[in-house]
């Protein structure tokens, strides 16, 4: 579990980057804004299409709250 002021930070460098982008700016340190699970604060294993990391989409995804999203076998 990540601390939550990580969570925090990585957050609101992501609303500032956000904000920026909007009104036609670049940021300073575009390399500062990292990609983190906005449930968990994990780091790795992120996926950008559903904003949360591999462990945490496959939970939400058992129990049925990701719509379209169902389980494959082959």
């Known amino acids: 579990m990540a601390k939550t002021s990580m969570i925090a930070r990585a957050r609101k460098l992501q609303r500032k980057?956000?904000?920026?982008?909007?009104?036609?700016?670049?940021l300073e340190k575009s390399t500062s804004v990292?990609?983190?699970c906005q449930l968990?604060?994990?780091t790795r294993g992120y996926m950008r299409?559903?904003?949360m990391c591999r462990i945490c989409f496959r939970q939400r995804a058992r129990?049925?709250?990701i719509m379209g999203v169902k389980k494959?076998?082959?």
Request: charged fraction near 25%.
């Open 17 to 26: 980057q956000l904000s920026a982008f909007a009104a036609g700016k670049k």
């Open 34 to 36: 990292f990609n983190v």
């Open 40 to 42: 968990c604060g994990r």
């Open 49 to 51: 299409r559903f904003q």
């Open 63 to 65: 129990k049925g709250e």
């Open 72 to 74: 494959s076998s082959w």
